[in-house]
């Protein structure tokens, strides 16, 4: 069983800063790209930032120069450090990983539960 565990949204003003994470747990033998989407109600999921197991990371434009992802294999953790907030930020955010288990051996995509993220002045 594998399973992904998102913390640290909540309610910040805009310009503020948040700080997301998610722990990988279970019985995990590999962990690829990890990734964090973001959607708002009505709206299709959206890629916010991604990053290899190796580090390499990719964002979308809006968020280039703002948000940091990364990520500690040791501890099969991702996170996304957020700053300079938007109003358009605001969303539920969710944590994706590709995982090879332990026990089949096999590659299956995994999602977090979501955290809300709310901007508000």
């Known amino acids: 069983q594998v399973q992904l565990v998102e913390s640290g949204g909540g309610l910040v003003q805009p310009g503020g800063s948040l700080r997301l994470s998610c722990a990988a747990s279970g019985k995990i033998a590999d962990i690829y790209d990890m990734r964090w989407y973001r959607q708002i109600p009505g709206q299709s999921r959206e890629l916010v930032a991604g990053i290899t197991s190796s580090g390499i990371t990719n964002y979308t434009d809006s968020v280039k120069g703002r948000f940091t992802s990364s990520r500690d294999n040791t501890k099969n953790t991702v996170n996304l450090r957020m700053t300079s907030l938007k109003l358009e930020d605001a969303a539920v955010y969710y944590c994706?990983?590709?995982?090879?288990?332990?026990?089949?051996?096999?590659?299956?995509?995994?999602w977090g539960q979501g955290t809300q993220v709310t901007l508000s002045s």
């Open positions: 994706y990983a590709l995982i090879r288990s332990f026990v089949t051996y096999t590659l299956s995509h995994y």
